[in-house]
Every structure is written in structure tokens, then in C-alpha cells.
């Protein structure tokens, strides 16, 4: 009778300290993946940092020469761009739309980012749509068809990357 009675706490010993390491090693995979989730954050802080920095530069940017100035054909008002860079790489255009122009569906070969400067747009794509204003970015993938409506007068930077097409620079 007693060694049964040590036998069955042994095996309850066994099992609690089994439960006990596998639950020590469940929760060393979840601070883990808790660590890299945490890792993976602040490398995208550190990204979207870098994109604003970079941003608030292009805005301070001076144009001397009028002759990058492309006007669009839209519909119920203006759009123009000047066009700043045009590398291989991206191309970069401070544009503008006044309120109410409608740039009609259009497609890119390349990725499309809109940096809205001051203003407010509305970007339709893929049976949705997206609102942006003042500081926010709408991001368009290669080939994805997409139309833009300015709610208000809006300053914007559009980027091309890469820059197959870009856009124009004399």
C-alpha cells in the first residue's frame, strides 16, 4: 500500500512537472514572439519616422524652372504637376487638383504614392475608396486601376517607384 501511494504521487509528480515544462516552454515561445513582434515595431516606427522626415523635406523643396509643369485633362476642374525628380529609381511631382476635378481611372506600371500635402482627396480602387488628407499617403500597387477626386483644393506629391514611366521633365 505504501509503495503504490509513492508511486502514484511520483507519477503526479511526473506530470506536474511535465505540465510545468511544457507550459514553461509555451510561454518562452509566446515572450518570443512577443520580442519579435515588438522588434518588428520599431523597425516600422523607425520606417514611417523616416518617411515622415523625408516628407517634410520634399515639402521645403524650390522649384526655379517653370518649364516641369505638366496640366492633366480631368474632369470638373484643374490638375497640374511640376515635375521635381525623374531618376531610374522613383520619380517624384508636386501636383494640384482643384475642388471638385475628377483625374478619371488611370493604371500605372509602377507603384504610385500620393502624399497628400494640404487638401483633401478620394481615391476609388478595387471597389473600395480611400479618404486623405493633410499628411496622409494612399498607396497604389503596379497595374492597379484607380481614380482620384479632390473633396477640396489639394497640393499633393505623387512617387513612382521605379520610375518607368515617372513623370514628365523637360
Known sequence: MF?????????GIDKMTGK???????LQRKEKREQELFEKQNELSENVQYISDYVESLKNVVIESVNNITTYD???G???GEGIINEDEFAIQKSFMSEGAIF??????????????????????????KEASDGDVIY???GQEHKV??????????????????????
Open 20 to 26: 510545468h515544462q511544457r507550459t514553461q516552454k509555451r
Open 74 to 76: 480631368v474632369e470638373n
Open 140 to 142: 497604389f500597387e503596379r
Open 78 to 80: 484643374i490638375c497640374w
Open 149 to 170: 477626386i479632390a473633396q477640396r483644393d489639394t497640393w499633393l506629391f505623387g512617387i513612382t517607384i521605379p520610375a518607368e514611366e515617372g513623370y514628365p521633365i523637360e
Open 104 to 129: 478619371p481611372i488611370h493604371v500605372h506600371s509602377e507603384y504610385e504614392i500620393l502624399i497628400v500635402i494640404s487638401g483633401c482627396i478620394v481615391a476609388y480602387f478595387d471597389g473600395g475608396h
Open 3 to 11: 509503495s503504490e501511494a509513492v508511486t502514484t504521487i511520483s507519477d
